[in-house]
């Protein structure tokens, strides 16, 4: 036996009948690894689908939990601007009340029982401003020549209906004393 080895020569530790390469494949597709019997029993089969299963189950729920707590924040995010335009829409009514109470060329002393905005300032798009003032005047002579008002000033804003997932309303309340006298002290 001279020269080169072959598969297929006498003495060879693979049986003559069969190639070199024939061997290699059923190797690769056949159940045994280095002698042993690699089958799953019935207690094995399919773990690897149920894993995958519960894996894909698992990133689901995770997407769905993400989906639903972005649409929360989406929301609380739209109540939170929603209820800070109602705040400076009520606000904005207080002020104006206010002025009108105190100021001596404006209003003099003047406070319009109820008024509703029609058209709000700018930036408070669909939110609604009611002013309610009650004024309560006495004199401190009997000429009545020195006279002391007392404002209680409501503002109410609110946007949406009620009920609604958008609604919101805010009251806000002043009191302001306007003296005709010169000295302050009746106020």
Known sequence: MGGRWSPLAKGSPFPADRALPRLMGEALRGNEFMGKDTKATGTERGFALISAIFLLLMLAALGAFMVTMSGVQQ???????ISSRVYYGARSGLEWAVHLATAPAVGSGVCAASTNFVSPPAGLDGVSIRVECNVVRYCSNQSCTKETSMFQ????????????????????????????????DQC
């Open 75 to 81: 929301a609380s995010i739209s109540q939170s601007i």
């Open 153 to 184: 000033i409501t503002s109410t804003a609110s946007y949406g209906s009620p009920g609604s997932w958008n609604y919101a309303e805010r009251k806000l309340y002043s009191g302001v004393c306007r003296s005709t006298q010169e000295t302050e």
